[in-house]
């Protein structure tokens, strides 16, 4: 009698099949999570910047800087920081005076402002994400003031 050649797939050849599927789907997922990881930091950041527009556009329109304690800051400030805190995670924002908002060594915006120098830039830092989050900065008036974020 006389043998016949298998035919079909032998069982080591499914197994080496099935795991390099299993790589590929790894990788599929990996990159998945971080597309959907970098979706999330530009909406982050474009949500950041459009309030800092809208801050520094009101800080530009109205006659009464908000840490003046006018009654029109009173009122509209609460509002924009219940935006804030709706759009971004753990965020804090603060409108200050600022000589040197870049840190060129570090290559990244300073949360802590300088003071109020008469030639200070007045900026809006808007920090998110915890003690390692980034940092937006929008110049609204002095020194470079036509300069963004980063």
Not at 21 to 47: K, P, T, Y
Not at 60 to 85: C, D, F, N, V
Not at 112 to 140: F, N, Q, R, S, Y
């Amino acid at each position: 009698m006389r043998l016949q050649a298998a035919k079909g797939f032998s069982l080591i050849g499914s197994m080496l099949a099935l795991c390099i599927l299993c790589i590929g789907m790894v990788a599929c997922l990996s990159l998945h999570s971080r597309i959907w990881q970098s979706s999330r930091q530009v909406a982050e950041f474009g949500a950041a910047r459009a309030l800092a527009a809208e801050l520094a556009e009101w800080l530009r329109s109205s006659s009464a800087h908000a840490e003046s304690g006018s009654a029109a800051a009173q009122h509209w400030m609460p509002g924009w920081k219940a935006r804030l805190e709706a759009a971004l995670p753990a965020a804090r924002a603060q409108v200050c005076h600022d000589e040197r908002p870049w840190d060129e060594a570090a290559s990244a915006w300073r949360w802590e402002c300088t003071g109020a120098a008469p030639d200070a830039a007045l900026v809006i830092k808007i920090h998110w994400g915890g003690d390692d989050g980034p940092i937006l900065a929008l110049l609204v008036a002095g020194a470079g003031a036509s300069s963004d974020g980063h």
